[in-house]
C-alpha cells in the first residue's frame, strides 16, 4: 500500500478530521488534512534529498499523515496514543511488521516532551512538523482575544524549509510580522521544538540553521 492509498482511505480520514475537531475544541490551531499533507510532504522532500530509497520515501509520507491522529484521544502524550493507532491501522490494512515500525517509531517519537529521532524517518517528521508555522492555521478570527499561540503562528507570514545543495545544512528560513508577535515570543513557544529540530538534523547528517526576518537565530 502507498502513500496515495492512505489518503484515500475514508477510515484514516474520519480519524483525522475528528482528532482536528477535538482540537478545535480545546482551542488549537489546524492540525487538519492542510497539516497533515504538508508534514508529509516536507517529510519525503527531507528523505529524497538526502538519498533514501523510494519506499522510505514513501513509508515517511505515511507516518506524516498519521502523525497527529492521537489528538483524538487526548493532546497530551498524543503522539504515543497515536503511534498506537497507526499501529492498530497499519496492522489492519496488512503492513509488513518491519514498515509497521518505522513508520510507529517515527509517530511515537515526534513530540518535543518525549520525542527522540531514533530514525532517519523519525527525523524527517520532526523536522516537517516542527516547520509548519503560518498564518492560516489560526482558527481564531478576533485578533484581540488571541493568545500567544495564535500570535505567533498569525505573525509568520512565510515559512521555508530547504537543504542546501551540498547536503550539510537544514534550514528553516520565517518572516514574521512583529505587529502581531515578536521574535521572542517565537522562541517563548517554540524552543523545544527549535532544540530538538537540531537533534533531528544531527540524525540525517545535517546542521539546523534558523533564520528569522535574515536574522540567524541558531
Given at each position: ?44 522532500y527531507i528523505l529524497q534529498t538526502m538519498g533514501y530509497d523510494n519506499r522510505m520515501i514513501e513509508l515517511a509520507k505515511i ?64 523536522l516537517a512538523d516542527k516547520s509548519d508555522v503560518r498564518r492560516n492555521r489560526v482558527r481564531n478570527e478576533d485578533i484581540s ?74
Amino acid at each position: 500500500m502507498n502513500y496515495r492509498e492512505i489518503r484515500t482511505n475514508e477510515m484514516i480520514n474520519t480519524y483525522i478530521r475528528q482528532a482536528d475537531v477535538a482540537l478545535s475544541e480545546l482551542g488549537y490551531t489546524e492540525h487538519s488534512f492542510p497539516h497533515v499533507t504538508s508534514v508529509a510532504e516536507k517529510a519525503g522532500y527531507i528523505l529524497q534529498t538526502m538519498g533514501y530509497d523510494n519506499r522510505m520515501i514513501e513509508l515517511a509520507k505515511i507516518a506524516g499523515y498519521l502523525h497527529d491522529i492521537g489528538n483524538l484521544v487526548n493532546r497530551i502524550e498524543h503522539s504515543q496514543s497515536g503511534a498506537i493507532m497507526a499501529f492498530r491501522i497499519l496492522d489492519h490494512l496488512d503492513f509488513p511488521p518491519e514498515e509497521t515500525c518505522m513508520i510507529v517509531a517515527a509517530i511515537g517519537n515526534h513530540d518535543e516532551g518525549t520525542g527522540v529521532p531514533v530514525s532517519p524517518m523519525a527525523a524527517a517528521l520532526i523536522l516537517a512538523d516542527k516547520s509548519d508555522v503560518r498564518r492560516n492555521r489560526v482558527r481564531n478570527e478576533d485578533i484581540s482575544t488571541f493568545d500567544i499561540h495564535d500570535r505567533v503562528n498569525y505573525s509568520v507570514t512565510k515559512a521555508d524549509l530547504q537543504i542546501d545543495d551540498a547536503h550539510e545544512i537544514v534550514e528553516l528560513t520565517l518572516k514574521i510580522d512583529t505587529e502581531y508577535s515578536s521574535v521572542m515570543d517565537y522562541f517563548e513557544i517554540f524552543l523545544d521544538r527549535m532544540i530538538l529540530c537540531r537533534k533531528a538534523a544531527e540524525r540525517l547528517g545535517l546542521q539546523f540553521k534558523l533564520t528569522i526576518n535574515d536574522q540567524q537565530m541558531l
